[in-house]
Structure formats: C-alpha cells, structure tokens
C-alpha cells in the first residue's frame, strides 16, 4: 500500500510541532520554577525585613519602658546636704533615695518651690537667697548624673536586646537573632517642647505664677481625665528667685509610643537648643539600630524611635516639711493712774495676777489683781492661735498655704480640726511651741516640741530664714479679762473695778522649706493692760 506524499508530510509536521510543544512545556515549567524561587526569595527578604523590623520596634518600646526606674539609669543621693534635701520626693524616701527619668520632675519642683517661696515671701524675705540658690545646686547635680546615665548608649543596649532578641527572624534564618549595633544610630533627643510635665499644680503655690510656668494638657484630644488640671511646662525654663529650673515634658496619659525619625531629629540638641539652654537635660526620647546577620550572607539592618512616659502625675509638693507655732508669754502691762509701768505674765489659763504696790497719793499703795487667761477656753491650740478678732485671719491663710505646700488636698476645715484636736496639756506661764509636720504620706500632725518626733528628714532645730511680718492685730477688746484693786492708806479700801484691755499680734516668718523642712513660723502674743489707781482717802 503506498502513502500519498501529502499524507506523509502532514504526518512528520505533527510529530515536529509535538516535539516542540514538548520543549516549550519544559522550558516554560523551568521558567516558572525559577518564577516560583524567584517569589520566595522576595517574599523571604521581604519577610525577614519585616520581622527584623517589628524585633527593633520591640526593643525600641522596651528601651521606652525601662529608661523611666531601672537601676543602670538611675542615681542615688549623694551625701552632700543640697541633694539629701530632696531625699522625700525619690523612690524609697531614704539618704540614698533613687532618682529616676519617672522622679527626676519631682525634684526640679521642690527646688521651684523653694525659689517661689523666697519670691512670696516679699518684704519679710530674710536671708533666702542661700537657700534658693543650694537646693537649685542640689537639683542640677542630681539631674545632670541622671542625663548621664541616660545619654550613655551602652545603658541601655541591654534593653533593647531582652525584647529585641525573643522576636523571630526565622526567615533570615533558624539560627539568627538581632543584636546591637553600637554607635551612631543611639541618639536621644528633647521631644514635646512646652508640654506638660508630669508634675500637677494644685492651688498650693505660696501665689500666682505666670503663664509661662504652666500649661494644660496639650494631647489632642485631650483624656477626659485632663480636665481642669495645670502642669508645669517641660523643656521651657521656669524662672523664679532669679535662678532658672527645668521640667522634663510627659504628655499627660501617653504611654511610650514609636515616633517618626522625623519627629525625632527636630527635638535633637544640637541643632535645635533650648531656650536659655540646658546643657545636660535628661532625654525623654530614644534611637536605637539593630542587625540580624546570617553568616555568610547580608544582614538586615533597622532603626527605630520611640517617645518615653511614665503614665504617672505628682503633685508638686513638699512630701516632708513642717511649720513652727510659738504661743509666746502673756503679758499682764500695769497702768498705774495711767501710766505705764512694770509687767508681768500670766498662764495659758484661767490665771490671777496681782500687780505690785504703786503709790496712791499723796501716801497710800494702790494694788491690782488681774483674772486673766480666760481667752484661753477650751484649752486648744486652734483656740489659742484664734482666741480674739479676728478669728482665722491672715494667720490661719498662712498657716493653711504652708500645710497645702506639705498636702495639696489639705482644707481649712482640716486644719481647723487639726488644731483643734491638739489640746494644750502644758499651760504654765512659759513660751509654749508647737510643730505642724507631713510625714511624707500626706498624713498631717500637730504636737508640742517637747512631744514631736519627726520623720527622718525633717530637723526640728531650724527656723524660717524669713524676718518677721505682722499678719493679724487683735484690737483690744474688754470682754475676756477683767481686774481690780484695792487701794491701803492705810487700811485698804475696795475693790474697785479697773479697766482691762486684751489685744494681741499674729506674727509669720516666711521659710522656703529648705532649712531642715521648715516652711515658716506664727508667732502669737498677747497681752491684757490694766488701768487703775486713785488717791488715798484718808490722807492727813
């Protein structure tokens, strides 16, 4: 049988194109092999520069969290007295209390509160630039060692690895992990310029500050919780007594957070300074760099920043402190016919007094006695320091700011109740002296000086630098005591009645709170003049 010549044609093209077909199928399943090889390897770089990416963000929140308390990045008191000043507002409230980047704003507003106390204080001042000036001393020590710390990279290298290393990088590879790369790429920087603080004011400041002093809180939108509170400003100066303090800014409730590199530089000194510069102010925001490296290959590289926050406020205050209240002697002033003669005193009681014996002319005696103390019921020390017009007073606002300074919570009811609370045991004819102390808790206590024992921090032998400055005068008023007297010429005639007038003064010594914690002293003094005298009646 024979094939036609077409036929066979036709049959060897088919077996050609066959052939082809095959060739083709094979070399477009190398390609999409090598297509498929080609996606993963992308997709594996691509991965594994994602998760060396999410194990530096890790770290870089870690290194956000732990800058705020732990020890590598702290400082303890030192035992010069300008920094033991500051010992109630560390962690543990002891001599070598603990300073953190979460404390160290404490620390700057008690040394504010000094200087605002000096500048309160006025005419009656004294001698407080000292202590202004030593505990803004103590204050920049102890903050330029806390910058220290925080701007010293290997610090905080630790940090980051903890976090940093538990992330997977298992795209890189099975045996690889990401570690430090020192240099550089830590960086801290001055972010949130004039935002709060993390230090509350709390209507206890000795008088208005300026604006420039104190913000809001600046979040947009601000936590509900932010409502009507006042914070110091950060990373502005804050000048009083002619000393300029700082403040770290902590945006109110923010936690620490990543931030764009952007962000990050524009708060970098240098370039951008400070106003009225401040050479070493701890840093609330961080840079950190990581690698990931497979031997024999290319590591992944990545950097990340992150914004600190300790999410927690303070009110500024003086945790430790105390207030000095010296009921001084009475004085019994005797007025013969008028004139003033010699003195006497009387108890914190229901008390006679009789004068000595002043002539009668033309030749008799005339002699007083005096029932005195009666303003002194009940025996309290509030009665005592309130006991005549005008009741309360400037005394009492004073005495009230200083307690606000100690407890910013503190009201006047409290401190009425307080005083009142606090019974004179001892009534003798003597200067009496009481002290008002915090305990460094808030809780407030009020004792004579024979009885108190303060807290460790607190030294009872100092006194206010301020001079003296009449805040209240008691008018004389003739309700409380009363007297009279007898006149012998030479037997004795009478009583008579005498006049009696009761007045008083109210006397405050301003201190800054930095000589042992003392905040001031209230002086009070009385005295009851008595008026008599007549002629003898049987003269010769």
Request: a negative charge; proline letters at 7%.
């Amino acid at each position: 049988m024979t094939v036609s010549p077409s036929k066979s044609l036709a049959k060897n093209q088919l077996q050609r194109d066959k052939g082809s077909a095959i060739a083709f199928s094979a070399v477009l399943a190398l390609i999409l092999v090598l297509l498929g090889v080609a996606f993963v390897v992308i997709s594996m770089y691509m991965g594994g520069g994602k998760e060396i990416k999410n194990a530096v963000d890790a770290g870089a929140l870690n290194v956000g969290r732990k800058v705020l308390d732990e020890e590598i990045v702290s400082v303890n008191l030192s035992a010069d007295a300008n920094q033991q000043f500051f010992r109630d507002v560390t962690d543990t409230g002891t001599v070598d209390g603990k300073v953190t980047l979460r404390n160290i704003n404490r620390v700057w507003a008690k040394a504010l509160f000094v200087a605002l106390n000096a500048d309160a204080a006025g005419g009656d001042a004294g001698p407080t630039d000292a202590s202004v000036q030593a505990a803004h001393d103590g204050a920049l020590a102890i903050s330029n060692g806390l910058a220290e710390k925080l701007t010293t990279a290997a610090n905080l290298e630790g940090f980051f690895t903890d976090f940093a290393q538990r992330n997977s990088v298992r795209m890189i590879g099975t045996d690889v992990s990401v570690t430090v790369i020192p240099g550089a790429g830590w960086q801290t920087s001055l972010m949130n310029r004039a935002a709060e603080s993390n230090i509350e004011i709390k209507d206890n400041l000795p008088s208005a500050i300026g604006g420039a002093l104190v913000t809001a809180c600046t979040r947009n939108p601000a936590p509900a919780g932010a409502a009507g509170k006042t914070f110091l400003r950060g990373y502005e100066p804050l000048t009083a007594a002619g000393l300029t303090f700082w403040q770290v800014p902590f945006q109110y409730e923010e936690k620490p957070h990543l931030v764009a590199r952007s962000t990050f530089d524009n708060g970098k000194q240098p370039p951008n300074m400070l106003p009225a510069v401040w050479d070493n102010p701890p840093p609330n925001a961080f840079s950190v760099e990581g690698k990931a490296v497979k031997a024999g290959s290319t590591g992944e590289l990545a950097m990340s920043w992150v914004l600190t926050n300790p999410k927690q406020t303070y009110p500024m205050q003086f945790p430790l402190g105390f207030i000095r209240i010296k009921l001084a002697r009475n004085i019994v002033q005797w007025y013969p016919d008028g004139i003033a003669a010699g003195e006497d005193h009387y108890k914190f009681e229901s008390d006679t007094v009789t004068s000595p014996a002043y002539p009668a002319p033309p030749c008799g005696l005339c002699v007083a006695t005096a029932y005195v103390g009666n303003e002194y019921f009940p025996p309290s020390l509030y009665k005592a320091i309130c006991a005549i017009e005008p009741i309360g007073g400037e005394a009492m606002n004073r005495l009230l700011q200083r307690v606000k300074e100690m407890n910013p919570d503190f009201t006047m009811n409290n401190l009425e109740t307080l005083l009142d609370e606090c019974l004179m045991l001892d009534t003798e004819d003597a200067d009496h002296e009481f002290l008002l102390w915090s305990d460094g808790q808030g809780h407030m206590s009020v004792q004579e000086l024979s009885a108190a024992v303060l807290p460790p921090g607190l030294d009872a032998s100092q006194h206010p630098e301020g001079t003296d400055l009449v805040v209240d005068v008691e008018p004389g008023v003739p309700l409380y005591n009363n007297a009279d007297f007898v006149i012998k010429c030479p037997g004795d005639f009478g009583p008579f009645p005498a006049v009696t007038e009761l007045s008083g003064t109210r006397t405050w010594y301003a201190g800054t709170g930095f000589k042992g914690g003392c905040l001031g002293e209230l002086v009070i003094q009385r005295k009851t003049d008595v008026y008599f005298g007549g002629i003898c009646p049987c003269a010769p």
